[in-house]
């Protein structure tokens, strides 16, 4: 972390960088129209946002033109979390909005989606083909009789059909909800079985790392255990035929019919995501589509600075909020570029050259993948035209500060670097990108705008420059309307409310510098972060304590110095099993079938036992303060600890780890 002694900037906007940012443009005219600060640059802008909730949300709608079918009666009728009502009165339409650019002839033809596979051959779709294939496909729903607030999930990777399936439902008002097909049948029926969709989107397959992965089986076991689904539509992407009873892809894609846009009201749900399963059955997380639209113009549009001429990258897969996110770089006219492979094929460099090819401009990854790009030797802007390319931002985790000495390096000395922080529970970001503020090291730059976000210490008083919990302290138009199955909302309230009623506490431990800027130290809960995506050690123990040599077992992850993560996984065998290369073997075979390659573990440890609180549940939390180190006194209450002496092993594990780093 920058001291206030030491504030020197690794980056800083110039002159004529801060006056082209749309971001300067917004506040001006704010000012003019709403009251706004014309002086005082961002810290003031902020400010404003979070004093003038209202005023400020309604400025965004009235700059990106937000089209209202009907008018809203006020911006925020109840302001209290959880339950705020955004905009009541209002209709409108997300996919409206987000294929609004094929309307102006001058862009119709232009790209709207670059996709890229291994082969790093980019194919553009223009925005007057993607509104036709909308248009169709809408029509074709609407056929299968789907109607506004049914669900229909995709299990898809990141190719242009998701994006047009997407689209095509939320133009019906239906609900969209996605899985990648790395995602195992388990992992896949855990989410979608919750939310019952109609209709499924599937491919026959994928290719990663330079190989193909059928997923005939799986497919057919999620025909089999989804009784709700009317349809199902084939996507070939191996070339295979469609399997009997599903929809060929191209014949509901294949007219040219204009879409028709049914405009719902401001809180009507536009995608289902998921939590990561820690304590149970992924959390269905419900945003909607006002909330969706609003939060999204501002963070691209204004943050990210993107608009027409832009391009658009994120490395993500379709079973991540961030590919959401990076979907709704339409809203602004951007151009989206859609990765579809490895990330590191054929070699670690490999996104560095998708954003050649494709004339990137805001190049997003994870800080898994820079610091990777750092280990093996990477030269990005040595062995590539990076010139097009303005802005590296990261997410997943945070970026350490030899990352970002790195992209500086490495990439350009005058590179924004914006290592961004948010959650799947928005859908956005709480702190990162600001194109007009400096950049120092190991920080993210500032609070987004109408995010009131602080640090407090476990009495609720906000500090500066102390570690505290991230909470935010006023709600967010894409903050979840509900999750699915949660009729009295307790587990909602539960999952943000609990420790602090009426604030959301998001379960990041983080640091707000005397300049504003925000220091991320990682989860205050369990949940694994691995490679930038939230995973749950529910799914895990499901799939490991299946086998009968594992009697109970316990995933801790663990975000390192040096930017690594160490994701071990402890077992607690039967009587008369032996932790052998064999079982070791079927252990990581069974995690990586069920679930993911990215749910296999770095180590499997046996213990003497799992601890477990006096209620029965295992004990991940206090495990994983003392592997960073923590007095077993300052970690756990004893006496909240069925066998105490259970957690001496951790304790002795962290010493010798840090004898052997040491």
């Not at 027409?308 to 991540?320: E, H, I, M, V």
């Not at 316990?554 to 932790?579: C, K, N, R, T």
């Not at 995690?591 to 609180?613: A, C, K, Y």
């Amino acid at each position: 972390m920058t001291s206030a002694a030491n504030p020197a900037p690794l980056w800083q906007p110039d002159a004529d960088r801060v006056a082209a940012a749309r971001i300067t443009r917004f506040q001006a005219w704010a000012a003019e129209h709403h009251g706004a600060p014309a002086e005082g640059g961002y810290p003031a802008l902020h400010r404003w946002s979070v004093d003038r909730l209202d005023t400020f949300w309604q400025a965004v709608a009235d700059w990106f033109d937000v089209r209202f079918s009907t008018p809203y009666e006020r911006v925020l009728a109840d302001r209290g979390m959880p339950g705020a009502q955004w905009f009541p009165g209002a209709t409108l339409n997300y996919a409206e909005h987000a294929l609004r650019t094929a309307e102006d002839p001058a862009l119709a033809h232009e790209p709207a989606l670059i996709h890229v596979d291994e082969t790093h051959d980019p194919t553009p779709i223009s925005w007057a083909e993607l509104r036709r294939q909308v248009g169709s496909l809408a029509a074709g729903l609407r056929a299968l009789g789907v109607r506004p607030g049914d669900r229909v999930s995709g299990y898809l990777p990141n190719i242009p059909q998701a994006v047009t399936a997407l689209l095509a439902t939320a133009a019906v008002g239906a609900t969209w909800t996605s899985c990648a097909p790395d995602f195992g049948a388990r992992s896949v029926l855990d989410r979608f079985q919750q939310v019952e969709p109609v209709v499924l989107f599937t491919v026959d397959g994928y290719r990663y790392g330079g190989k193909e992965h059928d997923r005939a089986d799986t497919v057919a076991e999620l025909r089999r255990e989804l009784p709700t689904l009317r349809a199902v539509v084939h996507i070939p992407l191996l070339g295979t035929p469609a399997p009997e009873g599903a929809l060929e892809w191209s014949a509901l894609t294949a007219d040219d019919t204009e879409p028709v846009f049914e405009h719902v009201p401001f809180d009507h749900p536009l995608w289902v995501l998921y939590s990561s399963g820690t304590t149970g059955l992924p959390k269905a997380i419900v945003q909607s589509q006002g909330g969706i639209l609003l939060e999204h113009y501002k963070q691209i549009g204004l943050h990210c600075d993107l608009g027409p001429g832009d391009r658009f990258f994120w490395y993500t897969s379709t079973g991540w909020m961030m590919w959401n996110f990076l979907v709704s770089g339409l809203l602004t006219g951007t151009t989206v570029v859609l990765y579809d492979g490895s990330p590191g094929h054929p070699d670690t460099g490999a996104q560095w050259a998708i954003a050649e090819r494709t004339g990137t401009t805001l190049f997003g990854t994870s800080a898994a993948y820079v610091m990777a790009c750092r280990k093996a030797g990477v030269h990005p802007s040595r062995d590539h035209d990076l010139s097009t390319v303005r802005c590296v931002a990261t997410t997943g985790s945070p970026l350490p500060p030899d990352g970002f000495r790195w992209l500086h390096d490495e990439v350009r000395e005058d590179l924004w670097i914006a290592s961004v922080s948010g959650g799947t529970d928005v859908c956005s970001c709480f702190a990162g990108a600001v194109p007009t503020l400096p950049v120092h090291i190991g920080e993210l730059q500032a609070a987004c705008l109408g995010t009131d976000l602080q640090s407090w210490d476990p009495h609720g008083k906000p500090v500066v420059g102390e570690v505290g919990e991230l909470v935010v302290t006023n709600p967010m138009p894409s903050m979840p309307i509900r999750f699915w199955n949660d009729p009295d909302g307790s587990r909602y309230r539960e999952s943000y409310f609990e420790m602090f009623p009426g604030v959301w506490r998001h379960g990041d431990w983080i640091t707000i510098t005397d300049h504003g800027s925000v220091v991320i130290h990682g989860r205050s809960d369990s949940t694994l972060n691995r490679q930038g995506v939230r995973m749950g050690s529910a799914d895990i123990y499901e799939a490991v304590e299946r086998l009968p040599e594992i009697k109970e077992s316990l995933v801790i992850g663990l975000e390192e110095p040096d930017g690594g993560y160490w994701m071990p996984l402890f077992v607690h065998l039967a009587p008369g099993a032996a932790l052998d290369d064999d079982l070791r073997s079927r252990i990581k075979r069974t995690i990586r079938e069920q679930l993911s390659p990215r749910h296999v573990p770095d180590d499997i440890i046996e213990v003497p036992g799992v601890p477990h609180t006096l209620t029965g549940k295992r004990i991940e939390v206090p495990v994983k303060r003392l592997l960073q180190g923590t007095a077993l006194t300052k970690a756990v209450n004893p006496g909240s600890v069925d066998d105490l002496e259970l957690l001496r092993f951790y304790e002795d594990l962290a010493r010798e780890r840090g004898t052997e780093r040491g």
